[in-house]
């Protein structure tokens, strides 16, 4: 993440993150269900809303189509997950 993604093009990036989620979901043995057609990668200017429950939700919801999550500030300054999150194009916000 470090190297790659500052000077990957937004589509690498995106295929890039795609491909990680994916990978984590399958360490945990986690199906994915998709119900619906999901926006096309040629789709922009799009606002999903949901009310996410855990951590999963985001690589499930990532593997599908390459959002950009908003989080409150904290995050970022949590080990490990912090980094991740930035580097997946995370929006912080102070709340």
């Given at each position: ?13 995106d295929r890039i ?41 985001i690589h499930a ?10 989080g409150k500030s ?22």
């Open positions: 993440a470090t190297f790659i993604m500052p000077s990957a093009s937004p589509l690498r990036r993150i795609q491909a990680w989620c994916q990978h984590v979901l399958n360490l945990l043995n986690v199906e994915q269900r998709i119900l619906g057609n999901p926006p096309n990668w040629e789709t922009k200017r799009v606002m999903f809303v949901a009310n996410h429950i855990s951590w999963m939700d919801m990532n593997c599908v189509r390459t959002i950009r999550f908003i904290e995050i970022k300054s949590w080990p490990v997950f912090g980094w991740f999150a930035e580097k997946a194009n995370t929006l912080f916000i102070e709340r």
